[in-house]
């Protein structure tokens, strides 16, 4: 897969392209991406990219040409999924990682607190925001998309697993999980855990998948396809009852 990112600040990018998982994807060359600062394309003096509102206002608005220009140097930039960050997109979501990492080629456009001339939308597909909460620019959005794409690339991360069974498959929030030591200065790992009971395990995992989620999630209850057992075990949680192992 190839991303392009059009950004007034490339070394916020140096961070993530550096590290970890996704520096060993452009290693394994599963992924390339590449980083273009839009202001080397504007035509105007000094490279200035942002000028007057029309209509009037304080601020100043980036201008479309050095980031068109930018988006046309890019090759076959026409077949590419091109979206830009932006408070007012549609809303990010699993479910849109899943789809963009199924692109060849994506390109992500940089939004700018100053504002961006409405005109681009005519040059990208979507309007993407991360979250109900304002960023002084659109990099750390265009960075939570990359990393969120990425590990879901085959080859990406080396445990298949590991994506399978996650927080929003299923419309859930994940269950706890823990290691060693059984006991953390008092806190200790639940026992039906260390029961090796394999039905009990996966019981209680659900419960405990149904309760973060009733906790901090519970709009996506709604969409969740609940079963016979779900449904018993969010009564009790309802009610305030932990989880029961049956014997
Ligand atoms: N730019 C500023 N805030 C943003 C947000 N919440 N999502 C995407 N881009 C942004």
């Given amino acids: 897969m190839i991303i392009d990112i059009l950004t007034l600040f490339p ?8 590290s970890s998982i996704i520096k060993r994807a452009i290693e394994k060359q ?16 000094n490279w200035q990219v942002d000028d007057y509102s029309y209509g009037g206002g304080a601020g100043m608005i980036i201008g479309v040409q050095p980031i068109v220009d930018c988006l046309r140097s890019i090759p076959n930039f026409s077949e590419a999924k091109k979206i830009i960050t932006t ?4 809303p990010y979501s699993q479910e849109k990682a899943i789809s963009y990492a199924n692109e060849k080629h994506l390109i992500i456009v940089c939004g700018h607190y100053e504002g961006i001339d409405n005109r681009i939308t005519h040059y990208i597909d979507e309007e993407v925001s991360i979250g109900d909460f304002i960023l002084t620019g659109g990099e750390i959005a265009a960075l939570a998309i990359v990393d969120s794409v ?3 690339i085959p080859q990406v991360l080396g445990n298949e697993e590991s994506i399978e069974v996650e927080s929003f498959d299923n419309d859930l929030l994940e269950f706890p999980q823990y290691t060693r030591p059984v ?6 790992v639940p026992e039906v855990l260390l029961s ?15 309760e973060n989620t009733f906790k901090n999630r519970p709009d996506l209850l709604a969409k969740a396809k609940l079963t016979k057992e779900d449904k018993k075990f969010l009564e009790m949680i309802e009610k305030n009852e932990d989880f029961k192992v049956n014997n």
Avoid: A
């Fill in 196 to 210: 090796g009971n394999h039905e009990n395990i996966r019981q209680w995992r659900r419960f405990k998948s149904l």
């Fill in 183 to 188: 006991d953390f200065e008092g806190h200790v």
């Fill in 87 to 90: 408070p007012c997109g549609l």
């Fill in 30 to 45: 599963v992924i390339t991406i590449n980083i273009h600062d839009f202001r080397q394309y504007s035509e105007k003096k």
């Fill in 150 to 152: 990425v590990r879901l």
């Fill in 11 to 18: 070394k916020m990018f140096e961070g993530i392209i550096n």
